[in-house]
């Protein structure tokens, strides 16, 4: 048997967080599971308290350092920047280049 250690996530937690990282307010992450956006609140308190971080970006880091997280990205058409959105809602600083044989991103060294 596993004895957790209290900073571990349960997965309504942990649904709660991947809501957090791709941008969803309180309300949208409540609506998706018809509970009240109180509760989420809840949530983001307990997994502050659990990975004793005093706010948000500080907890998503500890998501993507922990692996819990993972970089979303999607298209975005208004974007400067070619139209790529990290999963959080900031634009990525740079478009990547894609080459023609592979479409792979020549901006991270693959050609």
Known sequence: MKVRNGRELTIRERDVLQGIWTGLSNKEIAASYGISHRTIQQ????M???WRVDNIAALLELGVARGVLKPVFRQN???TNGGITL???HKS???PKFTQSSKTPAAFGHE
């Open 48 to 50: 502050m308290r659990k």
């Open 77 to 79: 058409p208004e974007a």
């Open 87 to 89: 999963g959080d809602g």
């Open 93 to 95: 600083m740079q478009q």
């Open 43 to 46: 949530h983001r308190q307990t």
